[in-house]
């Protein structure tokens, strides 16, 4: 359903009179479309003292043929971009600010004592305003729980407050992240920038993406432009809306699909499966036999590179009105139905080395949401089985993660009541809802090696809402 509030917001009457309102102004994202550059703009690079991540960052912009600055917080970036055989100059001459540029990036991992973390501030001070529309900001730290002392570890924690501060007031479009990298996983980097710096991750904001040891072999001809060829994955509820969209842009990344949903939509999942060149399946998740008969299918071919748990449904009441079998129903479908057909693809060894399993949580997952208890238990239950299960896959060379949308733009929310789908739309750092490909290209991202390091996480695609952690 079209958001005619956006568009009357940046209409030249509408801008005016949302600003001498105080209404918040939505802008249109800018989202990806195949063979365009990672990044059109600059990058203006920062970092604060005792540095770490100056050379694997050189190598993965040169690598992305990103265009650079130099603060003046870091002068060596000129002299190292120039050695990798990049094009890079100083962003300003003194205090004065320099030209727009499409991103921000600024490695804060040896920002150890308090003090030190005011060259942060006098980065963000300097350069935040001359971010274009739909730019994104990205800070570089350590995970706090393996810093050397701590007080290292009270600044890097209080990065994630400051990010996400800086994240609400941004606006424009424009994304803010803190990346925590581990020692050891600088390998993984590039994939993350690939991902954060680029219109894929439009909708994704305010979050914390930790980046460890790659659980799988390294990748080092990996196709950026189609990095899911030759990888065969499992989509379920994959006949229409945000199901209908992961299949669209996996196999836009190369993957060859087996598009699962249930009976009743079969002729739906045909016509997605043909025109994805892909292989359906009708077949009832819940049912008792289902988990036993996608091993097998998963055998037969070979064995499977990845699942998504998209499938999910809602039987939506308050818990005093709730019957039975609609808290049966939604806890069958979301959760227990994923829980076995993870276990049955493990026990029979169906999945192969550096496979992943991406699962669709919610906001209402993180957040609760008034009328949805059963709905939220399944999807905060789909939270837990990511982190319960990661040590397991990780043992596998596998990874398994979670997507959380917020309000999304669907046939199901333009069901909503004006009032509540008005709320649900302007309650987040974007003001505005998230599209199904937003979601899609996250769980594209993290089902590929690019996404390597990523593993017992939940991204959310959300705009940053402001409800939840």
Same mark, same amino acid.
């Given at each position: 359903?079209?958001?005619?509030?956006?568009?009357?917001?940046?209409?030249?009457?509408?801008?005016?009179?949302?600003?001498?309102? %105080?209404?918040?102004?939505?802008?249109?994202?800018?989202?990806?479309?195949?063979?365009?550059?990672?990044?059109?703009?600059?990058?203006?690079?920062?970092?604060?003292?005792?540095?770490?991540?100056?050379?694997?960052?050189?190598? /993965?912009?040169?690598?992305?043929?990103?265009?650079?600055?130099?603060?003046?917080?870091?002068?060596? *970036?000129?002299?190292?971009?120039?050695? /990798?055989?990049?094009?890079?100059?100083?962003?300003?001459?003194?205090?004065?600010? #320099?030209t727009r540029v499409a991103a921000l990036v600024f490695d804060?991992?040896?920002?150890?004592?308090?003090?030190?973390?005011?060259?942060?501030?006098?980065?963000? &001070?300097?350069?935040?305003?001359?971010?274009?529309?739909?730019?994104?900001?990205?800070?570089?730290?350590?995970?706090?729980?393996?810093?050397?002392? +701590?007080?290292? +570890?009270?600044?890097?924690?209080?990065?994630?407050?400051?990010?996400?501060?800086? +994240?609400?007031?941004?606006?424009?479009?424009?994304?803010?992240?803190?990346?925590?990298?581990?020692?050891?996983?600088?390998?993984?980097?590039?994939?993350?920038?690939?991902?954060?710096?680029?219109?894929?991750?439009?909708?994704?904001?305010?979050?914390?993406?930790?980046? #460890?040891?790659?659980?799988?072999?390294?990748?080092?001809?990996?196709? *950026?432009?189609?990095?899911?060829?030759?990888?065969?994955?499992?989509?379920?509820?994959?006949?229409? #809306?945000?199901?209908?969209?992961?299949?669209?842009?996996?196999?836009?990344?190369?993957?060859?699909?087996?598009?699962?949903?249930?009976?009743?939509?079969?002729?739906?999942?045909?016509?997605?499966?043909?025109?994805?060149?892909?292989?359906?399946?009708?077949?009832?998740?819940?049912?008792?036999?289902?988990?036993?008969?996608?091993?097998?299918?998963?055998?037969?071919?070979?064995?499977?590179?990845?699942?998504? &748990?998209?499938?999910?449904?809602?039987?939506?009441?308050?818990?005093?009105?709730?019957?039975?079998?609609? *808290?049966?129903?939604?806890?069958?479908?979301?959760?227990?139905?994923?829980?076995?057909?993870?276990? +049955?693809?493990?026990?029979?060894?169906?999945?192969?080395? %550096?496979?992943?399993?991406?699962?669709?949580?919610?906001?209402?997952?993180?957040?609760?949401?008034?009328?949805?208890?059963?709905?939220?238990?399944?999807?905060?239950?789909?939270?837990?089985?990511?982190?319960?299960?990661?040590?397991?896959?990780?043992?596998?060379?596998?990874?398994?993660?979670?997507?959380?949308?917020?309000?999304?733009?669907?046939?199901?929310?333009?069901?909503?009541?004006?009032?509540?789908?008005?709320?649900?739309?302007?309650?987040?750092?974007?003001?505005?809802?998230?599209?199904?490909?937003?979601?899609?290209? /996250?769980?594209? *991202?993290?089902?590929?090696?690019?996404?390597?390091?990523?593993?017992?996480?939940?991204?959310?695609?959300?705009?940053?809402?402001?409800?939840?952690?």
């Amino acid at each position: 359903m079209p958001d005619s509030y956006l568009s009357f917001a940046n209409s030249r009457f509408g801008a005016f009179l949302t600003s001498k309102l %105080g209404l918040p102004r939505p802008y249109p994202l800018q989202r990806f479309r195949s063979h365009k550059p990672v990044l059109e703009g600059e990058v203006l690079i920062g970092a604060g003292p005792q540095h770490a991540l100056l050379h694997p960052l050189v190598s /993965a912009v040169s690598s992305m043929n990103v265009n650079t600055l130099a603060h003046d917080s870091v002068p060596q *970036w000129v002299a190292l971009a120039n050695s /990798a055989g990049m094009m890079s100059g100083r962003w300003s001459v003194g205090d004065a600010p #320099g030209t727009r540029v499409a991103a921000l990036v600024f490695d804060a991992t040896g920002l150890s004592r308090v003090e030190e973390a005011e060259s942060l501030f006098r980065f963000l &001070h300097q350069s935040l305003r001359s971010v274009r529309l739909s730019g994104r900001v990205l800070l570089l730290s350590r995970p706090p729980e393996v810093c050397d002392s +701590a007080e290292h +570890a009270t600044v890097q924690r209080a990065l994630e407050g400051l990010m996400r501060s800086v +994240a609400k007031e941004a606006r424009r479009g424009i994304a803010v992240q803190l990346v925590q990298l581990a020692e050891g996983a600088e390998s993984t980097l590039e994939g993350a920038l690939r991902f954060l710096l680029s219109p894929r991750s439009a909708y994704v904001s305010g979050q914390v993406i930790r980046l #460890g040891m790659p659980q799988a072999q390294a990748f080092p001809d990996l196709d *950026w432009q189609r990095p899911l060829a030759g990888r065969t994955l499992l989509v379920t509820g994959a006949s229409r #809306g945000i199901g209908e969209s992961i299949a669209e842009v996996l196999a836009r990344d190369g993957a060859q699909l087996v598009c699962l949903d249930v009976p009743q939509a079969e002729p739906a999942l045909t016509k997605v499966a043909a025109r994805l060149g892909a292989r359906a399946v009708s077949l009832d998740i819940a049912e008792p036999q289902a988990p036993s008969a996608i091993a097998d299918l998963a055998l037969e071919m070979g064995g499977w590179d990845g699942v998504i &748990h998209n499938a999910g449904i809602t039987r939506d009441r308050t818990i005093a009105r709730m019957r039975p079998e609609r *808290w049966q129903q939604v806890v069958a479908v979301n959760l227990q139905a994923p829980i076995r057909i993870n276990e +049955a693809l493990l026990n029979a060894q169906a999945l192969k080395s %550096g496979a992943t399993v991406v699962c669709l949580s919610s906001i209402s997952g993180i957040a609760g949401n008034a009328g949805q208890g059963n709905y939220a238990f399944s999807k905060a239950g789909l939270i837990g089985l990511v982190q319960g299960q990661a040590q397991a896959f990780a043992q596998r060379s596998m990874t398994i993660n979670a997507v959380a949308p917020g309000f999304i733009e669907t046939t199901m929310t333009a069901a909503i009541p004006f009032a509540i789908r008005e709320a649900g739309r302007r309650m987040n750092s974007m003001s505005q809802g998230g599209q199904p490909v937003d979601v899609a290209e /996250a769980v594209a *991202w993290l089902a590929s090696p690019a996404a390597a390091g990523v593993n017992g996480q939940v991204l959310r695609v959300c705009g940053q809402n402001l409800l939840g952690a």
